[in-house]
């Protein structure tokens, strides 16, 4: 039993990367990744001066200013963070978005439906194949950020592989709603359009803050912090990332449970609609 | 384990729509039984809720009321598949993948092992005449091809009972010979064929059982020999026979049906229907007519569908 459960994931695993790859999903997203990586492999040259000051050139042209090395290793890691977050992430789930409904396509849901597998290990072997695909692309390009920066500086900073945990957990977020959508709509642009709404409506919820004053109405103001609270925290996690990197203390780890909240219940709703549907 | 590889009780499928309103009788009380080792077709016009049947046993689509068993296990349970080969209509293997990773795959979810498909995978491929196309992507196989290796995904994992939704459907005459001959040969094996077609000639020179399904209800079930029985002579006579005189040409009979003051006597060969008027003419019976038969499925399925 527990073999063949094993089995089956791994073949659903693999069928999602064989789909990406053939899709060039997988390859469109190595390809970025590996552009980044080169950048910092062979445009941008650190040189380092007496031990702790460094100055950068790009394209043969050299920052004027000496900079210290450390501070400036924490900045690009910081940026390269700031980049998963937002177009990295948004890439991330348009790129992937399709994989879902794709298997839910008549003539081919009946027949994976027909194995001796249950519906929630189909969906949720699915999810773990489309997490991967992402999961493995970060991976390499913040590990190879990293190495390129530490050989460059001898700076070896591990504050910054912290991110890698931080963007899969995120998007495992993300692709719980794409999963979500898809099992319901079977729509790719939608399930592209709603992960990218909650990311870009999420830095604007958390101005709670600013919010609580300026609203007028108490009914408004429960709202917005009622969004606030049950939305994913996007915004709060990408602080959170930079906050870690930046080597800044981290206020609450709150976003992480709600956010983490927010992605198992959605993710257990897709699974308790696909359970029901008729294909 | 249950002698029965399908059991079907009072089956029955609503679709409604999304706001409730509409809604569709797809199935209506279907109960159907299929023993171990039978070939069983199951024929009806379009709409009529064959494919809704099968999706139901495969736990694909869930029932609205009755109850559907696969070898004595409730068909919604997981587990219960594990015996059943599944060929869809139309179905749609992604063209990413070759028939050797395709099979792969079913194989995996199926249960089997690494090495048990590595084993199965060319045997199948041999068997269904594509021995030298499993590298080559899906996307580049013909209609036929693409069912054959449908029908090899089915048998992957040496089923018990294979369901197959219109089998032969885009094969050329040669395939369709092929797959008859490999449906005979697991047959005479054992497995259990349950067939949805409208190929009745196909069904009826492969089947042992059908059912017809129209409008969502079984309105025919029974052997195709039962049902084809008309084949042969109609002999019409009074209906009011005397009993002895019924009684012997019942025995030699295949049916006798009384209708406007007229029986009529179906015999499947020439020589009881010969020895039926010896018997009518030695009691001094008139007989109003004697008509050659040659009822088939076709005929059996049209007069049940249209009354």
């Not at chain 1, 108490?218 to 994913?232: A, D, I, N, Q």
Request: aromatic share 8%; glycine share 8%.
């Amino acid at each position: 039993m527990a073999s063949h459960i094993y089995t089956a994931t791994h073949a659903i695993v693999l069928d999602t990367f064989r789909e990406a790859f053939a899709r060039k999903i997988f390859w469109g997203l190595f390809g970025l990744s590996t552009a980044m990586v080169l950048f910092f492999l062979f445009i941008m040259k650190i040189d380092i001066v007496e031990g702790a000051a460094a100055t950068i050139s790009m394209f043969g042209l050299q920052s004027g200013k000496e900079v210290d090395a450390a501070r400036l290793v924490k900045q690009v890691q910081a940026g390269v963070a700031t980049f998963l977050y937002t177009w990295g992430m948004f890439l991330a789930v348009f790129a992937s978005a399709g994989l879902i409904p794709s298997v839910l396509e008549p003539g081919r849901i009946e027949l994976l439906l027909s194995k001796p597998i249950s519906r929630t290990h189909l969906l949720l072997g699915r999810f773990l194949g489309n997490l991967m695909v992402v999961s493995f692309n970060i991976v390499y390009l913040v590990a190879g950020v990293w190495l390129i920066l530490a050989f460059k500086t001898n700076i070896w900073r591990p504050e910054f592989l912290i991110s890698i945990v931080s963007t899969i957990f995120l998007f495992s977020i993300l692709l719980s709603v794409v999963t979500l959508i898809g099992v319901t709509l079977e729509s790719t642009a939608l399930a592209v359009m709603i992960p990218a709404a909650l990311m870009v409506i999420s830095p604007i919820l958390a101005q709670h803050k600013i919010m609580m004053r300026l609203l007028g109405s108490e009914w408004s103001r429960r709202m917005w912090r009622g969004l606030y609270e049950v939305l994913p925290k996007v915004y709060d996690l990408g602080k959170m990332t930079l906050d870690f990197v930046s080597d800044r203390g981290v206020e609450s780890f709150t976003p992480v449970y709600s956010s983490a909240a927010f992605g198992a219940g959605v993710l257990a709703l897709a699974v308790y609609i696909f359970q029901r549907r008729n294909f | 384990m249950s002698e029965l590889a399908i059991e079907m009780n009072s089956l029955r499928k609503v679709y409604r729509s999304f706001w409730g309103g509409r809604t569709v009788l797809a199935v209506d009380g279907v109960t159907l039984r299929v023993e171990r080792g039978t070939t069983y077709g199951l024929l009806g016009p379009n709409g009529a809720g064959k494919t809704t049947c099968v999706k139901m046993l495969l736990g694909a689509v869930h029932p609205t009321a009755g109850t559907a068993h696969l070898f004595g296990r409730d068909a919604s349970e997981a587990e219960a598949r594990r015996l059943v080969g599944y060929l869809p209509e139309n179905h749609r293997f992604p063209t990413y993948l070759t028939a050797n990773s395709m099979l792969d795959f079913h194989g995996a979810l199926s249960g089997m092992d690494a090495r048990a498909r590595k084993r199965r995978i060319p045997e199948l491929l041999e068997l269904v005449g594509l021995g030298r196309w499993g590298g080559v992507r899906l996307g580049k196989y013909s209609k036929g091809m693409l069912q054959r290796v449908g029908l090899a995904q089915a048998l992957i994992h040496e089923p018990r009972l294979l369901i197959l939704d219109e089998p032969s459907d885009g094969v050329d005459p040669v395939g369709r010979k092929q797959i008859r001959d490999i449906l005979h040969s697991l047959e005479e094996s054992g497995v259990t064929i349950f067939v949805n077609s409208h190929l009745l000639g196909e069904v009826e020179a492969f089947c042992r059982d059908v059912a017809i399904l129209d409008k969502g209800k079984v309105v025919l079930e029974g052997t195709v020999k039962e049902l084809t029985a008309g084949k042969g002579y109609r002999l019409t006579v009074p209906a009011a026979l005397p009993d002895n005189l019924r009684a012997e040409i019942a025995r030699a009979a295949s049916s006798m049906t009384a209708k406007d003051g007229v029986m009529e006597v179906q015999f499947s060969a020439r020589s009881e229907a010969n020895r039926a008027i010896d018997l009518l003419r030695g009691g001094q019976i008139e007989i109003e007519a004697l008509t050659p038969t040659t009822s088939t499925l076709e005929d059996v399925f049209m007069r049940s569908i249209h009354g």
